[in-house]
């Protein structure tokens, strides 16, 4: 994922635009760059493919100073990773731009701009930006104004900053599908895509908004939205609390990492829709070619990374059509394993550095799959490295040994795959892409309506406490869910958990349920739910005691031996991200309950390096 940082001030601003590079390293690139404006008002650039190491020691060789500059890392989604591709792109020696996102009609505004004269530097689909801007200057000559015009102009995701020799006093950015962050010194002013970049320089920032405009000079900031209006955005003050490494005002890492579910899924959303489709760049320059020619999909994880992997199996044969055998990872790597032609290898994985991921990820290579692709939190990991395809999960570093909103990125990540999947075969039913994005669109809402159940849940919990045993069971794409339940109850609170395709009931695990066994329940309104009720009498006829997530239009009310805590209703494709909150919560309230060391649980490791 891209990352951007600006400057303007008094001092030079080029060990500012490089430690900002550096801190949003994280989020993995493939090339970085930075153009200062000198003291002589000339656009002064360096770039380098690598790190931001390789830039910097570029820095070092041929010095460059300036008091305004914008700098950025790439992620390649148009054009290789060379340093020709790499940002920041110049028209005419005057403008140069920096963008995360995708400009979905590059094609059609690079050929008009081809007719008006400009000559292209690069593959990219950012340069028709800067060559737009350039353009425009001739008939509004102020940068602001000029940038006003021309987002009109642009279809797709963007976040970006322009700086020109012609107004050497500012930087002005766009705001739409890609977050941007102002960070406000005393004489100085900084932008950055995350507000991490600018930390070392200022603790007060502003959020821009989608559609924003914001022109930012040394002592003024100026924003206008979408329709034009000048506005006031509101400067927050950063508090240490808010650090990924500090707990700020929760107890536990896990507590703190299930209640950051909606902002990081609205990250992981960020730059990768479209009005009403997924833009397929997202997921690197050659997706839509290789997508195209998908007609299976294997996936292979471990342990949560694998549940998320068993929802996608039942999205992408639903909904997508594409056939999909998801398999835990330390079983694929040892296996003699058949490849159907033309089949896609996901890999998942948190860390990106789990052995038996790796493992099957560089046995698959010989196996003559179609191509690679991770979806993984951590852009410098192994998995990503050497996978030809990547989609980075955005949930930021994970403490808690217990993964939990890496799960729901993962799980969003995967439903973008099969979107994207959907639409380049020309697979999904007619509207079906546009709905779901419009309800993805709507999930980080969603999700916090079923965080705001946290006290529900922390009740329920006492139930859980004394017991030894529990079951799960879900159907559909609710059984990975269910498993994923157990999974962390088991983990953090010690207590016995399986789970169980509720159908399965009858066929042995029925003999274990008795008034010691709770039994967990997760109840989208969907098909299956009738079926699902009959297989919850059958656990009262036995005297199990039921616990059931329910959507609040299923029709299950609190009986005897019942307890029903009623779920906010959601499209049921994406119904498994949001049952999966209540369960960590259960989970992380037993765990509390019990006493356990809940963000590092006996025997477990956050990262699985070893086989
Ligand atoms: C469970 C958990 C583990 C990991 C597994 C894979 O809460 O965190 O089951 O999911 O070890 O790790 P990654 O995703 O890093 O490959």
């Known amino acids: 994922m891209c990352g951007i940082v600006g400057a303007v001030a008094e001092r030079n601003i080029t060990a500012i635009l490089i430690e900002g590079l550096k801190r949003l390293e994280y989020r993995g690139y493939d090339s970085a760059g930075l153009a200062v404006l000198t003291q002589d008002g000339e656009l002064q650039r360096r770039r380098r493919i690598g790190k931001v190491s390789e830039l910097e020691a570029a820095v070092v060789a041929e010095p460059v100073a300036g008091r305004l500059g914008i700098a950025h890392t790439r992620w390649a989604t148009h054009g290789a990773p060379t340093e020709g591709n790499a940002h920041p792109h110049f028209s005419g020696h005057e403008v140069a731009v920096v963008h995360n996102g995708i400009i979905e009609n590059h094609e059609a505004l690079r050929e008009e701009l081809k007719g008006l004269g400009y000559v292209f530097a690069s593959q990219t689909d950012t340069e028709v930006i800067v060559h737009l801007i350039h353009h425009t200057l001739k008939s509004l000559p102020d940068l602001a104004d000029a940038l006003k015009a021309a987002v009109k102009r642009l279809h797709g995701a963007y976040g970006l900053a322009l700086i020109s020799t012609h107004q050497p006093d500012r930087l002005v950015a766009a705001r739409s599908g890609s977050p941007l962050v102002i960070g406000l010194g005393l004489g100085e002013n900084f932008l950055a895509s995350d507000q991490l970049a600018l930390r070392q320089v200022t603790d007060r920032f502003m959020y821009l908004e989608e559609g924003d405009i914001a022109e930012i000079r040394r002592d003024q900031v100026r924003i206008w939205d979408q329709g034009g209006r000048e506005v006031q955005r509101e400067t927050v003050q950063y508090h240490e609390g808010a650090e990924a490494a500090d707990k700020g005002q929760y107890r536990h890492f ?59 199996r039942y999205w992408l044969e639903s909904l997508a059509g594409i056939p999909c055998q998801v398999e835990v990872a330390s079983e694929f790597r040892y296996r003699k394993v058949v490849v159907q032609p033309d089949t896609l290898f996901v890999s998942i994985s948190q860390s990106g550095e789990t052995a038996d991921t ?84 709507r999930l980080p809402a969603r999700l916090g309506e079923a965080l705001a159940m946290d006290a529900t849940v922390e009740k329920i919990a006492e139930l859980f406490a004394d017991k030894h045993h529990t079951l799960f069971l879900g159907r559909g794409a609710q059984y990975p869910v269910a498993m994923e339940g157990a999974l962390k109850l088991k983990e953090i609170s010690y207590i016995h958990a399986e789970a169980y395709p509720a159908g399965e009931l009858k066929h042995g695990p029925l003999a274990l349920v008795d008034n010691d066994m709770p ?24 005297g199990g005691e039921l616990v059931v997530f329910a959507d609040e239009q299923a029709g299950l009310s609190n009986g005897e031996g019942t307890h029903v805590i009623q779920v906010p209703h959601i499209a049921d494709a994406l119904a498994p991200i949001l049952y999966t909150i209540p369960l960590q ?27």
Not at 519 to 542: C, W
């Open 358 to 441: 790796l493992a099957a990820l560089r046995n698959a290579k010989e196996l003559g799959f179609l191509g690679s692709l991770a979806i993984c939190n951590v852009g410098i990991s192994s998995l990503v490295r050497e996978s030809d395809l990547t989609l980075l999960t955005l949930a930021g570093p994970e403490i808690g040994v217990a993964s939990t909103k890496a799960f729901t990125t993962q799980l969003v990540s995967l439903m973008l795959l099969t979107l994207a999947l959907g639409q380049v075969r020309g697979t999904l039913a007619a509207g079906v892409e546009a709905e779901l994005v419009e309800e993805l669109r």
């Open 585 to 611: 919560l259960l989970s992380y309230y037993v765990a509390v309950l019990k006493g356990t060391d809940v963000d590092q649980p006996r025997n477990l490791a956050k990262s699985v390096t070893v086989e």
């Open 519 to 542: 039994v967990v329940t997760v109840a989208p309104n969907n098909e299956l739910l009738e079926k699902l009720k009959s297989n919850l009498q059958e656990v009262r006829a036995r």
């Open 254 to 312: 896990m507590l703190k990492e299930i209640h950051e579910q909606p902002r990081v899924v609205q990250r992981t959303l960020e730059g990768r829709l479209g009005t009403d489709h997924v833009l397929v760049q997202a997921f690197g320059p050659q997706a839509a070619e290789l997508f195209a020619k998908v007609r299976n999909v294997q996936i292979v994880a471990c342990g949560t990374s694998y549940h998320a992997g068993m929802v996608a």
